[in-house]
Every structure is written in C-alpha cells, then in structure tokens.
C-alpha cells in the first residue's frame, strides 16, 4: 500500500483517538502495556512504512541545469543563435551560444551550492525513543514505531510520533512548533469530547513536540504522514507557492524587449528593401540589428548580480534556496511574522514582579540564564523592607520547585518545566545562591502541579520550623491566604485587592502565578494528601516570552523602509498585544483579531475577511489553516508578502507567500517549504536580507540600464546611417563583440556594486512596477541616444573626409568601447554623481574597465582577431581625440542627474506602513 493510499484510507476511517477510553484504544491497536512482539512490530512495519515524513528530493544537476534555459529571453537568443547558423555565421552562431551555456553554468553552479547550503542545514539528529516491546524496555530509532508500540517519555525527549496517553505524572509538553503556544501544556489521560482543536487535547501528545517536565507512557496511535505534521505537510503540498517578484519583471521585460527587437528588425528590413537591398542581405541586416538590440550579457550579468546578492545574504546568516528569490525580499510590502520563536526567544521568563503592597519590581535578562538583575520600577530605593520581601518571594519560587537550573564552565542548562527554570532563574537575579538554598532545607514533603489543583506545594524543615511553599494559580491560592506581606509587616488578606493586581498584569499580557509561604504544625505523613496551612501571600510574578533583544530595531528599520509587519500567532490574544505594543507593531487593542472572530465571518472569499485582515495587525489564536487564508488574503489586498516562521504551523502560510523565511533551527517541513532560511533564527537578519534584495535589485537595474542603453544606441546609431543613406557602421561580429566580450565585462563588474545609502529610507516598489520606470526609460533615451549620436557624427565625418568604410569602421568601434567604459561609471548610480561615489565601493569595475579596454587592444594588435573583427592599431592623436569624444557621454549623464537634482528613484521620506 502507498502513502497517499494509507492516507486516504486513514482518512475515511479517522479515528478520534483522545475521545476512546483507554481500553477501547489498545483493543483497536491490538496492543497491550507490555508492547507488540518484534513480529507484530515489523509486520506493521510492512504495513504502514517508515515513521519519517516523505522526503523531497533535491533536484538533480541536469535539471538545475535545464531549469537555467526556462526563460524567454533565452529562447530569443537561442531563435538569433539558430538564424545565424542558417546563414553560416558562425562566428555570431558561436558567440550567442556560447553566452547562453555560460549563463547556464554560472546559474546552475550557484543554485547547485545554495541547494547543498539548504539540504545541509536542514539535516537533523536521529531521533531516538525510548519504547516496551514484548515486556522489555528498549531503545530503538523512532523511524522504526509503529502504530501500536508503547512510548516512554522523559523531560527532554522529542515525542517521535502522535501517542495517546496512558500514564502521565506532571507531564507538560512544549507544542510551540504544532500550535504556535509559547508555554508548556499539562499533558494527562482521560477520555475528552470528539470535537476539540487539536491545542486542546490534553489526552495527547503529538509529533514533532518536546516533553519538558514530568513523564509519561502512551500507544502510538499515527505515524509518518498521518500525523498531525504530516496532514499539514500535505496542506503545504497541494498549496500553490507564490512566484518571485524578479521572475515576473523579467518575463514582462522580455516579452517587451522581443517586441521591441522585432518592430525595429521589420522596420530597418522594410527601409533597405526599399533602397534595394538584396533579401538576403536583408534577412542577415536584420539579425545583425537583433543580435545588437537584445542585450546577451544581461542574463549573465543578472545571474552574477544574484549570486553575489546570495554570497552576501548567506554572511548576514541568510541561505537562499532558489536564486531567483534573491531580491523577493527586496520587494516585499509586508512580512507576517510568527510571534514564538521568531519574534520572542520561546522560553518563558518572569519579567515583572508585583508586591501585596502595589510595589513593582522589573526584572531584566531574558531566556534560560540567571543573568540579570532585580530592579523598582518606580526608580525609587527599593528599600530594605521591600527588597526582603522579593527575596522572600524568589525563595519561595526556588523551594516550591522541581527545574534545574544549572551554570557550568560558563554555559546555562536546564532542564524541567519552563516556569520552574524561569523562577530558578529568578532567584539568581534576585542575588540568591540557588543551590545553596535548596540544600540549606530538608524537603518533607510534596505536592506536584496538577491542571485540577492548578498548584503545587513543598513542605520542608528550616531549623526547628516546619514551613510551606507554594505556587499556583491567585484564584486558587487566595482561599488559602489569611495575611499578605507587605513594607508594615503582615496585614490581613485584601482579596479585592490582590484580584485587581491580577486584572492588571493579564492586561498587560503576563501569565501570572501567586508565591505563598506558610508555617505548617506538622510534617504531614507520607500516606496523606497533606492539607495547606493558612498562607502568607508574597505576591505575584508575571511570566512572558521575551522579545529577542535586537527585534525591536530590527521592525522599525522596517517600518521606515515601508514595510508593514503584522504578527500571527496561537497564543493569547492579550499575550500577542502585549508583544506587539511593545515591538510598536500595534498600538491599540482593537488592531488585534482573534481565529474565532475571523471564522465568524465566513469563508475567507467573503470582502468582510479581505477587510478585517487589512484593519488588523495581530492575529492571536488562529489555526494554520487560517494563517493560510491571512497571507492569502493579503496578497489578493496587493501586497508582497514574505511569511516568517520556525514551526509546522507555519508551513502552509510560507509555502503560499510571495517569499517564506524559515528559522534554521525549525522543523523540517518549514524549511522544506521555505525559499529562504534565516540560519541564526533572528528577525534583524530578515530585514538584512530585505536590505540585500533591495541592493541585488538595484544592481540588476544598474546592469539592464547599462546594456540596453549600449544596445539601443547600436540601433539608433544603424538607423541614423541607414536614413542617412551610409554604409552600416558595425557588422555583426562586431555588435556581438561590442554586447558579450566589452560590455559583458563591464556589465558583471557593476553587478558587484556595493549598496548605496538610504535603500532602507524608502518604501518598497509597487508590486505591479517593472525595471523599465520613468526613471530608466528616460536615463536610457538620453543616454542611448547620445553614444548613437556621438558614434555617427564620428562615422559621418570620416566617411565624407575619404576614409575607407574598414578604416572608419575600426576607429567607430573604438570609440564604442571607450563610450561604454567611461558609461559604465554613470551606471554606479541612477540619482548620485558618479564623483561622490567612493572607488572603493566596486575595485572590480575598475578591473572590468581596464579588462574590457585591454582586451579590445588586444585584439588590435592579435593577427586572427584582427582579421576576424575587421580592427587595427591606431595612432596617439586618434586615441586623444575618440577618448574626448567619449567624454561627453560623462558631461550629458551628469548635467541630467543635476537637473532631476540627484533625486532617489524612488521616494525618500520614511515610510511607516503602519
């Protein structure tokens, strides 16, 4: 049986495995406490395959390298490449072919790489289980379960496959990467209803989740692609992945240009038919002017710009997959980022600490570690009598305990639920020296946290004392406290007071947990479920999952550059806005829509969802599915959307994105579905790579301006001869030696263009605006039309003063070469002075430069080329007066920059896409 066979079956025969009792679920499995027989084991081996998702492959060298042909500007080339043969040129036959293979080399080289670059990050460990086979306990690779074995699970393992629980003690279970929760989830047995998000089926644990605290035994109920990574696997699958940006200006370029090159080809053709003309020499004129207008060191070039674009984002930690996708980053309008992981660090930490007196306490630091420091809000003295009872409450945290938390040769590991090591984390800022607390007592006693109790408890000996620690829920504590701690010494219990404290932090978006302390009469007997003495309340700590330290610039660099950033998460509405204010992605409550609150409009087709989607910038609470239809529905809105994210849940969304981003360290189905992968996991480097994609793009320009400038002044300058009734200035050999060896050159030298300031100053392009704006329609016109000019005033003159065509014809040429070297310095930049760029920016256009003059004298002097390009050696006092010509092509760029006043392509003001 196939997997898309077992599929289909596993879907018409679902079962809801966490609303059978536990009886019911071995019955069906066919299983028992003691495990299947190895027999059994792998006959459902057989049966139902390996338990690993369905690898993509990556694709092979000859495809990479036919895919590098998938583009109408090559079949241009490929349709003037195979006239030229028909005409036995075979120089110009040999020359186009070649460009072509070399485009394809170069293109299949750096995808090849960034292939293997991708393919290597995202090899994970072998993940190992922990399962009972025929009575026995064993370890056994966990592509090996199968349906029906039973798993053992620990702190710290990665659950291999979906289970049904049967056993749990204290079991929490991080799910961050399955439904986007930030915090552990309490993990036990039981029987629930049929018809529960998967986020709340606490009765199971699914792949691809990690066990934090506690442990627990369960029967492996689904495995490979009928998981619940799997079934959103086959969402990504069957979704439709958004093109990038470049692909779709490229394609409209060329189509422009073919036009372009085949209305001039017609209309020269039709001019020298009607001066009489042999067809022949027609049909081969108007190849000439093809081979002239089409510009073939533009698909070189533009693949070197990419690379180079590549090379750079992979040092600012950015690894492209496809090189097309270089600049998608460049153009995007808008990045839908997941909070968990990506935004925040994932780990949870107490971040605010609120006395019974109203005295508040910030606490810095972020994440697993005890680095960091206790500190009044209100920039006041804490005060001795305050400071005490901070230490009395981080005490408590650090007794009532059963984390670790642990510096050795100094690195922080921990191990244990995320709220334990957060308050152990805690005590140490607080100035506590937490191994030497906890040893200092001897702990009597326990009571371990449990959803029904929604607590925990330790009883323990301090001297002659027997005393209490407790943590839990306000609601729940609060009828066990009688007095509250606080600067006067102990007053009784205000209950209204302390709940209003607690509507203040869940405000603010903080998991609150309340610290109690107590004096228990007795060590309670071990038999006994103890009972909890009249407590002291010492106040409250309020839990968040910090922001990564550098996210706060990294979102406004992209708000000034024009980008909206929006978040979408799993968690609490009011957790996600808490986020979201701080990071100034949202200012007001009501920017923030819920799953539920999306699902009451209707499908999402409805113009009620379009709308709330656009008037929103949180989105808390939804389901990977709806994530889908968010980015969806941003896109139909117009925007270039880049999708970021680390988790399962993430995959459909960045698979339908114009551009997904995937964190290194995230699951592989992300990665898998990604074009990009951020290899450090940290939001700053997305919006670097949105700096390197504006950069790669503007370089493209740069090229494209170059080359199709060059490659219309040849027109201009062949129908300037033709009106004029002249010979034709240039042959074919030597266009196609003017646009592939010299400008060539020229044109992969720029593409190493350094970026310019202010490229994160302006908002991001129109998603509908191609390369050929205003700007580079008028540049082009000008500057085209100026080389043209200067060359035929050049031809004209030598022709009516007695120069034999091959003699002029060598200087004309000449003075090309020189045109499009001193050209290429304009093309640094579309608004600046060539003379307020610094040389250091690109030394390797000055190598083109001199390499592209040197060859071109070389073959001056070089018998074969000579013959074959119809060139020669030229006086001192030519060299002077073509090198002043060429000059004026530096003069016309420059006085036109001033006129435009060195303006930016693009708006300068900042934008905040708010």
């Not at 005393?467 to 839990?472: D, E, L, W, Y």
């Not at 009451?600 to 087709?605: E, F, R, V």
């Not at 117009?638 to 339908?656: E, I, Q």
């Not at 060539?834 to 030394?843: D, E, G, Q, V, W």
Request: hydrophobic fraction near 45%; charge should be negative.
């Amino acid at each position: 049986m196939t997997t898309n066979e077992r599929r289909s079956q596993a879907k018409e025969h679902a079962v809801p495995w966490h609303a059978l009792r536990e009886d019911e679920v071995m019955q069906k499995l066919q299983s028992s406490l003691q495990g299947l027989t190895e027999d059994e084991a792998a006959e459902r081996l057989e049966e139902y395959g390996k338990n690993a998702l369905p690898a993509h492959l990556p694709p092979t060298l000859l495809r990479i390298f036919l895919r590098q042909f998938a583009s109408p500007l090559i079949y241009v080339l490929l349709a003037a490449g195979i006239i030229s043969l028909v005409l036995a040129e075979f120089t110009d036959a040999t020359f186009i072919f070649l460009v072509i293979l070399l485009n394809a080399v170069i293109g299949t080289f750096q995808e090849w790489q960034a292939e293997k670059s991708a393919s290597s990050l995202q090899e994970l460990l072998k993940i190992y289980a922990r399962i009972r086979r025929g009575g026995d306990e064993r370890t056994v690779p966990s592509e090996d379960l199968v349906p029906g074995d039973i798993v053992l699970l620990e702190s710290g393992n990665r659950i291999p496959a979906d289970i049904r629980l049967l056993r749990a003690q204290s079991l929490t279970v991080d799910e961050s990467l399955l439904t986007g929760e930030s915090h552990a989830i309490e993990k036990r047995p039981g029987v629930l209803a049929a018809k529960i998000p998967v986020a709340d089926r606490a009765n199971m644990a699914f792949a691809g989740s990690t066990v934090m605290g506690g442990r627990g035994t369960g029967v492996v109920v689904a495995t490979g692609s009928l998981t619940q990574i799997g079934l959103i696997a086959e969402t990504v699958s069957t979704t439709e992945m958004g093109r990038p940006p470049l692909v779709i200006r490229m394609e409209e370029f060329s189509r422009k240009i073919s036009i372009a090159v085949l209305a001039a080809a017609a209309l020269v053709g039709l001019i020298v038919l009607l001066q009489g003309m042999a067809f022949f020499d027609v049909f081969f004129l108007a190849v000439a002017l093809a081979v002239s207008a089409i510009p073939e060191g533009l698909p070189v070039a533009m693949t070197v710009a990419l690379s180079i674009a590549t090379s750079r984002m992979a040092k600012r930690n950015v690894i492209v997959r496809q090189l097309a996708a270089v600049e998608s980053l460049g153009s995007c309008t808008a990045i839908a980022s997941d909070k968990t992981g990506t935004l925040t660090v994932n780990q949870q930490t107490v971040r605010t600490i609120l006395l019974p007196s109203g005295r508040r306490f910030s606490v810095t630091g972020a994440g697993y570690a005890g680095e960091g420091e206790v500190s009044a809000e209100d920039g006041r003295d804490g005060g001795e009598s305050a400071w005490k009872q901070v230490e009395r409450l981080a005490t408590a945290a650090v007794l009532c305990n059963e984390g670790s938390l642990l510096r050795k040769d100094g690195e922080w590991s921990h191990q244990g639920d995320a709220m334990d090591v957060a308050l152990l984390a805690l005590g140490y800022k607080a100035g506590l020296d937490v191994p030497a607390v906890r040893q200092a007592i001897s702990l009597e006693a326990e009571r371990p946290f449990e959803s029904e109790r929604r607590y925990a408890a330790v009883w323990y000996r301090e001297e002659e004392d027997v005393r209490v620690a407790v943590k839990g829920a306000i609601e729940v504590l609060l009828p066990f406290c009688e007095t509250m701690a606080t600067e006067e010494g102990s007053v009784p219990i205000d209950p209204s007071h302390v709940e209003a404290q607690l509507l203040d932090l869940s405000e603010s978006g903080y998991r609150v947990l309340a610290i109690a302390e107590g004096r228990a009469s007795a060590v309670p007997g071990s038999e006994e479920d103890p009972d909890i003495p009249p407590l002291e309340l010492l106040g409250l700590a309020g839990f968040i999952d910090p922001i990564r330290p550098d996210v706060p610039e990294a979102i406004d660099r992209a708000h000034r550059a024009g980008v909206n950033v929006v978040m979408i998460t799993g968690d609490h509405p009011a957790t996600a806005f808490a986020i979201a204010r701080e990071l100034q992605i949202a200012d007001a409550p009501e920017e923030v829509t819920t799953g539920a609150e999306l699902e009451a409009i209707g499908p999402p087709d409805l113009p009620e969802f379009l709308t709330r989607v656009r008037q929103k910038k949180v989105f808390a609470r939804v389901t990977p599915l709806q994530k889908l239809h968010i980015v969806e529905a941003l896109r139909t809105a117009g925007a270039f959307v880049a999708v970021t994210g680390d988790g399962v849940n993430d995959a459909p969304a960045l698979r339908t994105a114009n551009i997904g981003v995937a964190m290194g360290s995230g699951t592989d189905v992300a990665k898998d579905t990604a074009s990009m992968i951020v290899t450090d996991d940290n939001f700053s480097s997305i919006v670097a790579g949105i700096e390197e994609g504006r950069y790669a793009y503007d370089n493209v320009r740069k090229v494209t301006y170059l080359l199709i400038s060059t490659g219309f002044s040849e027109v201009v300058l062949f129908m300037a001869a033709l009106i004029a009734g002249l010979p034709i200035p240039l042959v074919a050999v030597q266009l196609l030696w003017l646009n592939l060896v010299t400008n060539g050159i020229q044109g992969a030298a720029l593409a190493f263009e350094a970026g310019e300031p202010g490229a994160m100053q302006r908002p991001p392009r129109k998603p509908g605006e191609g390369i050929f704006n205003d700007l580079m329609i008028k540049q082009t016109l000008v500057s085209g039309i100026v080389i043209a000019f200067v060359a035929f005033g050049l031809w004209y003159w030598l022709l009516h003063n007695g120069w034999a065509e091959a003699e002029a014809r060598n200087l004309v040429i000449l003075l090309m070469v020189l045109l499009e070297n001193f050209h290429v310095f304009n093309c640094r930049s579309e608004y600046r002075s060539l003379f307020r760029i610094p040389i250091s920016n690109n030394y390797f256009l000055i190598g083109g430069v001199i390499a592209a003059q040197g060859i071109h004298i070389l073959s001056m002097y070089i018998p074969f080329l000579q013959e074959t390009l119809g060139v020669a050696p030229v006086r001192l006092g030519e060299w002077i007066l073509l090198a002043l010509l060429a000059s004026i092509i530096l003069i016309v760029m420059e006085i036109f920059k001033r006129v435009r006043g060195y303006r930016s392509p693009h708006p300068q003001e900042a934008v905040r896409a708010r």
